[in-house]
Each structure stands twice: as structure tokens, then as C-alpha cells.
């Protein structure tokens, strides 16, 4: 297991003002490297036996293994769901000045 392998977390929240405060609390506390916030989608799905249609903003959070744990507590904290998706999707390849940067950028010790 590398603590240094960057994983790009999915959530959906609400609204924009929602994904916003999100995606700033998560970058100011070095969780998170980067927080893309996607345009408005349409999710169909069966919450406590009922079937929901709902418009949410998707966010895919930059972030790494080792601060994966933190991120986890941190947007279960913010989040307004009372079982929010998180998915952690693991990088297997990428540009690797970008990858060093996603690692930097959530280190809790900056040199």
C-alpha cells in the first residue's frame, strides 16, 4: 500500500453554493489538492424503498491514500446528506508532475 497513491474521490451535493463551501473547506485544510465542481446532473435512485429523482452537482476531489482518512471525516462533517456518496477511485497512470503535485499539495507537513 503506497500513501502516496492519488485517488480521485466522486460526491454529489445538492447545489452550487453546497459544492463551493465543500470544495473550499477540503482545499484549505490540504485534504484535498484540487476540487473539480461539475455542472447540475439528474440522479435517479431508491432511498428507503422509494424511488428519487433529485438535480446534484457532482464534485471529483483530488486527493491521496494517506489523506484519504482525514477527506473522508472531513466531508462526512460538511456534507448535508445523511449518507452522502464517497467513492475513492484509485489513479493507476497519470501525468507525473501532475500526480507529485496532488501529493505536495496534501502532505500535513509542507516543506
Known amino acids: 500500500m503506497n500513501d502516496q497513491e492519488v485517488f480521485?474521490?466522486?460526491?454529489?451535493?445538492p447545489d452550487r453554493a453546497t459544492a463551493e463551501r465543500i470544495a473550499e473547506a477540503l482545499v484549505t485544510v490540504s485534504v484535498a489538492?484540487?476540487?473539480?465542481?461539475?455542472?447540475?446532473?439528474?440522479?435517479?435512485?431508491r432511498w428507503q424503498?422509494?424511488?428519487?429523482?433529485?438535480?446534484?452537482?457532482?464534485?471529483?476531489i483530488k486527493t491521496t491514500r494517506a489523506a484519504y482518512p482525514q477527506l473522508e471525516k472531513e466531508l462526512r462533517k460538511l456534507h448535508p446528506y445523511e449518507v452522502p456518496e464517497i467513492i475513492a477511485l484509485p489513479v493507476g497512470a497519470g501525468l507525473p508532475e501532475y500526480l507529485n503535485w496532488v501529493v505536495t499539495e496534501t502532505r500535513t507537513e509542507k516543506t
Not at 480521485?8 to 451535493?13: R, S
Not at 424503498?49 to 471529483?60: R, W
Open 8 to 13: 480521485v474521490v466522486i460526491t454529489n451535493v
Open 33 to 45: 489538492a484540487c476540487v473539480n465542481i461539475l455542472a447540475e446532473c439528474a440522479s435517479v435512485y
Open 49 to 60: 424503498g422509494k424511488l428519487e429523482h433529485a438535480t446534484e452537482v457532482p464534485l471529483l
